[in-house]
């Protein structure tokens, strides 16, 4: 493995008050060739394709998969996260953070043989993996191996924050590189709006669209429209601009002045009509998962993820 001196660095984890920001540090060479296609072929046959990874691997007919990720429990043990998940009645969970020495579950120092034993944990819960956010990388080798992690614990998806400007084109040159390798692994890329580059949908498009890869998509996150704007730009227009691209989406709500800690449906982000820009732009079912939820102890944290599953039963009007 790379040294984490050589590597792209996105430690959100330690940033209470939203998402994270990114570490400067040395760019690992890389080979590899951006995957170009035609427009209307890229928007005609994407979606239908990437979405079917999800859903094949999750064994799912077309239907909203509702889950929530591990960050609201990180200052705990992984294992609380699951049980909390399980007991608020999802069936999907995200694996970000928890208390480990990389803040993350799955990591790129996590053996195969490790990443199949928490996907162990997981299906003893009667959870799916249906995502694993992406640790930093610096190499298509160090990239591969996240790769094949999140095929060992059973996530069909490997979820990417972008980087800052200076490291854009290498980072960017890495994933194009993977793409094919991550498509026979069927492990889905996906590109939330995030710190530095792709902060909305117009950039996360224009990244997405440079590499044009059937297998890099969007997974659409509108707390952080809002958190990246300083809540200026909505994400019910900003979901106007990703049409034909977006997988899956990060229940997260925003409450200005610049907080995402909170539980859906308690701040600013109006739910209903995002997700029904989104489904007029092709996204009629697939991953909700919530990323934040209220801060407290283990007892109010599982009290707000029921909430948060209630809220997503009657968003979609399915049981999860």
Sequence with gaps: MESR???FMLDWMAQKDGEHRTRESAVARCTGSHFRVSRRKFMGSALA???????SRAGQAARWQMGCFTRPWAEYDYHVAFDGIAAAGFKYVGLMGTKSQSGLIVSLHTTAEEAAAVGAEVKQRGLEVISMWADEFGTADDFKHLVDNAAACGSPGLLLGGTDEKHAE???KVIAACCDYAAAKRVLLT??????TDPDGVRCRATIER????NFRLWYDPGNIFYYSQGKLDPVDDAATVDGIVTGMCVKDFRPPQEVMITPGT???NFAKVLARLRQGGFTHGPLVVECL???DTAHINAEA????QFLEALTGQKA
Excluded: E, M
Aim: charged residues 20%.
């Design 191 to 196: 590109l939330k709006p995030h710190y530095g």
């Design 306 to 309: 029921v909430k948060a599953r």
């Design 267 to 269: 701040g600013k982000v």
């Design 294 to 296: 209220d801060h407290g």
């Design 170 to 172: 290498a980072y960017y």
């Design 211 to 214: 590499i044009g890869h059937q």
């Design 5 to 7: 001196k050589n590597t």
């Design 49 to 55: 394709a990437a979405g079917g990874v999800i859903l």
